[in-house]
Each structure stands twice: as structure tokens, then as C-alpha cells.
């Protein structure tokens, strides 16, 4: 069965680019699904940040769609976030999940948590 | 973006209850609504999508009902593997959203 693992830094200077990748391990990405970011800052709830299709092909969140980007290494079987320009409201558990066509998130990685702190 | 309200916010109870939580969509959203369970340090797990449909592998114990903008998730008899915090989530306009989830404890 699929599994995701996010990797990364977990300590990001303001100001900075937080960069994060989602390792899937049990099959292939290019699937007929797509590849996202959801996070969650601590005491808040869960926001999605983008997506990406096998091709290459992506969807971001507009409230952060100037700050990030999402690619894709199909060798590898990963995707990567970059989130520009972070501040403290950035901290947050990011996880990385895959989403079917319909729209739910199935499954999950374990989550990540990114401080941003000097 | 499309608001989720869940509630309660929190809730007690005890092993063998029956629990029903709520979620509230800002506008219809058919029946694209998706449950999660979610415990500390864990992957959320997908629990009921399309509003009804229940995830394979997820315990019978667990129903979801409503379309429009009313949906409820039920735990017909509590295990203590269940407690846990769990989120409603629309995917019927982007950007998706979730509610603010329920915690769940044992009284």
C-alpha cells in the first residue's frame, strides 16, 4: 500500500524559504491522482497549500499562491513544497498527502513539523 | 472560500456510546464532504468519503449521512482506539477546506 514520509528542515529563518519533500514509498505517482500539501498551525486548523499531477501540473491555494511552489521528481518518486518568504504565521505541521480526483486525501504522511524562528 | 463549522468543539464520553458529530458547509455542497481521524503524531485517516461512503478498512462502527449543507459523522459504539480528534472536509470548491475539528476524550 502507499505511504508518504515528508523530510526537511525543521527550523526555517524568517524571511527564508521553507522547502520540504514527500517521499512515496508501495507505488507510483503516476497515478491518476494528485500530489498535496496540506498544513496546520499549532491550535488551528488544517489548510490545503497546493497540489501536483505526475505531469507536472499544479494547483495552489490563493491565499499563498504568490509564496509557493510545487514540483515534482518522478525518478524518485518524490514532490516538494517551497514556501517563500515565511514568517512565524508559517509555523505549522506540514503534511503531504495524496488526493483523489474526487477530492479526499488518502493517505496522509505523519507530518512535519517547520519552525520559523531567528 | 467555503466556511466548515463542526460541532461541539470537544466531547466526553464513555466507551460503548453512541457519538454523532456535525459538520455545516457556508453553502451546498451536494455531497462532497469527507471525514477524518486524526491522533497525535499520527497521519490523518480517512474515514468516510462522498459523505456516506465508508473508507475500506474503516470498522462498520462509523457512518456518515447528509448532503446539502448538513452532514453528521456517527460512532455507533465508542472503542477506545476512537478517541481521537476528527475533521470534516468539503470537495466541492476549491480551495478545499476543513472544519475546525472535534475532540473527542474519554469521560
Known amino acids: 500500500q502507499v505511504q508518504l514520509q515528508e523530510s526537511g528542515p525543521g527550523l526555517v529563518k524568517p524571511s527564508g524559504t521553507l522547502s520540504l519533500t514527500c517521499t512515496i514509498s508501495?507505488?507510483?505517482?503516476?497515478?491518476?491522482?494528485?500530489w498535496s500539501w496540506v498544513r496546520q498551525p499549532p491550535g488551528k486548523g488544517l489548510e490545503c497549500i497546493g497540489e501536483?499531477?505526475?505531469?507536472?501540473?499544479?494547483n495552489y491555494n490563493p491565499s499563498l499562491k504568490s509564496r509557493v511552489t510545487i514540483s515534482v521528481d518522478k525518478s524518485k518518486n518524490q514532490f516538494s513544497l517551497r514556501l517563500s518568504s515565511v514568517t512565524a504565521a508559517d509555523t505549522a505541521v506540514y503534511y503531504c498527502a495524496r488526493k483523489d480526483n474526487r477530492g479526499w486525501f488518502d493517505p496522509w504522511g505523519q507530518g512535519t513539523l517547520v519552525t520559523v524562528s531567528s | 472560500d467555503m466556511q466548515m463549522t463542526q460541532s461541539p468543539s470537544s466531547l466526553s464520553a464513555s466507551v460503548g456510546d453512541r457519538v454523532t458529530i456535525t459538520c455545516r458547509a457556508s453553502q451546498s455542497i451536494s455531497i462532497y464532504l469527507n471525514w477524518y481521524q486524526h491522533k497525535p503524531g499520527k497521519a490523518p485517516k480517512l474515514l468516510i468519503y462522498?459523505?456516506?461512503t465508508l473508507q475500506s478498512g474503516v470498522p462498520s462502527r462509523f457512518s456518515g449521512s447528509g448532503s446539502g449543507t448538513d452532514f453528521t459523522l456517527t460512532i455507533s459504539s465508542l472503542q477506545p482506539e476512537d478517541f481521537a480528534t476528527y475533521y470534516c472536509q468539503q470537495s466541492y470548491s476549491t480551495p478545499y477546506t476543513f472544519g475546525q475539528g472535534t475532540k473527542l476524550e474519554i469521560k
Open positions: 462522498a459523505a456516506s
Open positions: 508501495g507505488g507510483s505517482m503516476s497515478s491518476n491522482k494528485w
Open positions: 501536483i499531477y505526475h505531469t507536472g501540473g499544479t
